[in-house]
């Protein structure tokens, strides 16, 4: 992750969580829980302020919390009484260790050029069969914006990629609005993969 993108949450990591925490993003997690087991292992990469490790742990599942930024870790740690990780997307270097990978908004701070080697390490952190959903906003941006880096893709350039880095399948994608009132006409790109 880019040193402007870990400086942005250095700086803002209160307002964005105020921001994201309460979100009612719970029709979007259900679908992603539903391919998986009951009680299954989920990493959640890049939890941001921990909304997603607090549902899924509510829900019964484990759950490994990870977030690239010191304090977005504290915080997400803070809101969920669950301890999360430091780790960057790099560093990812489990095996067959996950049911589910959760990727929401976390991976698309990455270059496509970074984000190759971090697609081999999540299918490789996946066990057989495993789910891994991830989203990005929706476009073909690639660059700093409002003082962080992003990748965007629509659906046809993000199967393009995927088919080129990945022995992993799309099962499932949908575009939605951003449900946070002053990003509503945000669109993301949501997809559900299969190793």
Request: neutral net charge; contains cysteine.
């Amino acid at each position: 992750m880019s040193d402007t993108t870990l400086e942005y949450y250095a700086r803002n990591f209160k307002e964005f969580g105020e921001s994201t925490f309460s979100v009612d993003f719970s029709s979007t997690q259900d679908r992603f829980l539903s391919h998986l087991p009951p009680k299954a292992a989920i990493l959640d990469f890049g939890c941001g302020s921990g909304r997603d490790t607090s549902y899924f742990l509510k829900k019964g599942f484990s759950v490994t919390a990870t977030d690239g930024s010191p304090e977005m870790c504290r915080l997400a740690s803070a809101n969920t009484g669950h301890e999360v990780t430091l780790p960057l997307f790099q560093d990812l270097d489990a095996k067959n260790a996950f049911d589910g990978i959760w990727a929401c908004a976390s991976v698309l701070h990455l270059p496509k050029t970074e984000l190759k080697d971090v697609f081999l390490r999540m299918e490789k952190a996946l066990k057989d069969s495993g789910i891994l959903y991830v989203s990005f906003k929706y476009g073909s941006f690639e660059g700093v914006r409002n003082g962080r880096f992003f990748t965007d893709f629509t659906e046809n350039e993000f199967k393009d990629f995927l088919s080129k880095n990945s022995g992993m399948k799309i099962i499932d994608y949908w575009i939605t609005t951003d449900i946070r009132p002053e990003r509503k006409g945000d669109k993301w790109l949501n997809l559900l993969i299969r190793k």
